[in-house]
Structures are given as C-alpha cells and as structure tokens.
C-alpha cells in the first residue's frame, strides 16, 4: 500500500511568495496532520483534520498560514506571503479512525527554504 | 498541559552495544500512549515502538524495549545490539485524548 504522499520534496522560493505543500494521506485514513520541524522547535503540530474538518488549528503561527483538506484524498498548507522564518521541513500525517491512540504514519516531509 | 522532554540532545554508540535514550514527560490524563520515532537522515518518521499507559509490561520489539515508569512519568527507549543503521534522530512521543506532542528529539550516532 502507498504510504502519505507529500509533494513537492524541496521548495527553494523567494520571500514574499506564495507556497503550497501538498499532501495525500493513507486511503482510509480519517485523521490528517500537518507538522513543522525545526532545529530550534523540534516537531510542532499545526492543524489537524478529522474527517476533512479542521478540528484543532491553535498551532498555526500566523494568518500567514491556511490548510485545506477538500476531500478525504488531499489536503493542502499554504503560507502567504512567506517569509525567511518559515524555513523548514514540513511534514504530513495521517491516522486511521480511532484517532489519537494510534500511530501516525509520516509522508517524507517537503523542506522549504525561503530566500 | 501534556509536556515531553528529552533532556540528552545527542548520544553515541559502538556498534554492537546496548544505549538507552531517556524521555520524561507529564500529562493531566489517565489514558494515553507514548511512542518513539526514528528519523534516519532519510527525513523519514518511523516508529520504533509504542506503550499503552494501562498496560504495565514493557513493550519490546526486536532490538528495542522500553523501560515505562509510569509513576515517576518516565519512558526511556534501550536499542541493545546497536547497528550502523540505527544512526538517526530519536523523538519521544506522547498522546492523549487530543493532541500529539513530541519531545525535542535526542540525536543517535552508532560508531564502527
């Protein structure tokens, strides 16, 4: 079976632009989470997505930063404008139905570096 | 507020030795999870193990084993027979009725 599946791998992009991280979760799969990893914040959950509705979006640093899910096989993270700080890998996750005592299974995370 | 802390940022190893990683954490819930997370400079999350915090026997697959202390809120992860590929960074993970948090991580590197 195909594991989460993020795209793209690398984004080099200039300060001020637009970006959009792609991610398709495990079919099945009923939980969808977006993380941030950084050297000096570790791993840090941005939103979380149950049944395509945003449940929890208190992780989101700014309104710089939206996130979709339009179906249960896609779900987007987009930051307008970025900025230099948003620089770091960004990882999707998703769960099966039972939610949060089961492991999340990681796609292979998208590095963004802001110019 | 659910807390993960793992206080030891970078460890080694010689290959074929026994190392434990330590996490603490703290959690107003009665039910949760912890796991560990391997992340090989591949970037990939992998997970390594999980305990059930109802359950007092310690989970063990293959090389890897926890210690659960559930009193003292401890949760330190043993890799015995440590092999080069084991090389990467380590995340204690904690879970409970709402949110995943994640400690800082604890960088392994296993010697030749």
């Known amino acids: 079976d195909a594991g989460v599946i993020q795209s793209p791998r690398h984004e080099v992009t200039e300060m001020g632009q637009e970006v959009t991280l792609r991610c398709k979760p495990i079919?099945?799969?009923?939980?969808l989470f977006w993380y941030r990893q950084t050297m000096m914040r570790g791993l840090e959950l941005l939103i979380y997505?149950?049944?395509?509705?945003?449940?929890?979006d208190s992780g989101m640093p700014e309104d710089r930063f939206s996130a979709k899910m339009p179906n249960a096989s896609f779900s987007t993270l987009k930051i307008q404008p970025s900025e230099p700080r948003d620089s770091a890998v960004y990882f999707c996750a998703s769960s099966p139905g039972t939610g949060f005592n089961q492991p999340q299974h990681f796609g292979d995370g998208t590095r963004l570096s802001i110019l | 507020a659910q807390t993960v802390t793992q206080s030891q940022p970078e460890m080694s190893v010689q290959e074929a030795e026994t190392v434990t990683l330590s996490c603490t954490y703290d959690?107003?819930?009665?039910?949760?999870?912890l796991f560990w997370y391997k992340q090989p400079p591949s970037r990939q999350m992998i997970l390594v193990i999980r305990q059930e915090a109802y359950k007092q026997q310690n989970a063990t697959e293959n090389r890897f084993s926890v210690n659960f202390q559930k009193a003292a809120k401890s949760f330190s992860l043993k890799i015995s027979d440590s092999q080069l590929g084991d090389t990467a960074m380590y995340f204690c993970g904690l879970t409970g009725t709402y949110k995943y948090i994640f400690g800082t991580g604890t960088r392994l590197k296993v010697l030749a």
């Open positions: 959690t107003s819930e009665s039910n949760y999870y």
């Open positions: 079919s099945g799969h009923d939980y």
């Open positions: 997505f149950n049944n395509n509705v945003p449940i929890d």
